[in-house]
DNA sequence: TCATTGTTTTAGAATTATTCTAAATCTAAT
DNA sequence: ATTAGATTTAGAATAATTCTAAAACAATGA
């Protein structure tokens, strides 16, 4: 997923447009498995020479959030990761020291249309783990 | 859990020192079970007349926080509400509402210590199940 | 009771993540 | 190359929360 083709493919493949900034987002992003905050993507794309502002960062962010290429994480109100790895999982989040650690195995309840509340439907079950370091 | 001797007793046993704003935000939090944003809360406790500051809430809900008296539930970087229910449950988000709404069974999955990352312990499982209206 | 001391409250300023604005630039399609 | 619509940009605006430092309060004990 690291090289400009399967990048460009992976766009493509969510409907949205190809530009300059939104293929160095990409490229960034899903270089790997990350969670990152808006502002360090920002810095990390800054840091490979290209220019992009940070209001195109929000804006791209939003859109892949949309279009379903990348998962918000929400851990307090300063804190919004962006996990470049969609498939169904959940999270560990560190107090101590802040990681967000990826959950592999699927430890989520099974939830059926008929637990949600009358006239809902799933829209994405977010669970963290909140651990402190034992002393 | 509504009168003023309970409520001296609640904050009492939980070694808060009682004073005449935090007897009125948790006279307001505590009357019945409910999720409420800072300023909601702030608003609520103005229109039973008192005079409160806004900082003062900030500061109550955080220490009741850190007490265990409340719980906070993050929602999204601009929503964090805190549920004057302790229990252990989960909740449902609507995004197109904005309502939140307890989940009352122990839906959570049943961690033990040995699945947490090495060196830590469990602080606090938070699962929020985001549903939308069906249409 | 009143003086002392540490705690709490306050208004408003500061901070910070995020969104908005409107002009400039780019992209795709003729 | 021209046009029209989409995107990007810098910086301003917004909004939740925290900070500051001064004033008010609560608890203690002489």
Redo the contacts between chains.
């Keep these: 997923m690291v090289d400009r083709v399967h990048i460009d493919k992976l766009l493509d493949d969510h409907n949205i447009n190809l530009t300059r900034q939104r293929r160095l987002i990409a490229d960034t992003l899903f270089a790997r498995h990350q969670h990152v905050t808006a502002e360090q993507l920002f810095e990390a794309v800054k840091n490979t020479g290209a220019r992009v502002s940070k209001a195109t960062v929000y804006n791209t962010l939003g859109l892949f959030v949309r279009k379903g290429l990348v998962r ?1 994480v ?5 804190r ?1 990761f962006y996990d470049s790895n969609t498939s169904h999982h959940h999270h ?1 989040y ?2 101590d020291t802040g990681d967000l ?1 990826d959950i592999k195995e699927r ?3 099974h ?1 059926v249309d008929s ?3 009358a ?16 002393s």
């Design positions: 918000e929400f851990i307090d109100s300063s919004t560990f560190n107090v650690i430890l989520a309840p939830f637990d949600l509340p006239g809902t439907a799933m829209e994405i079950v977010d669970l963290v783990i909140r651990v402190r370091n034992s």
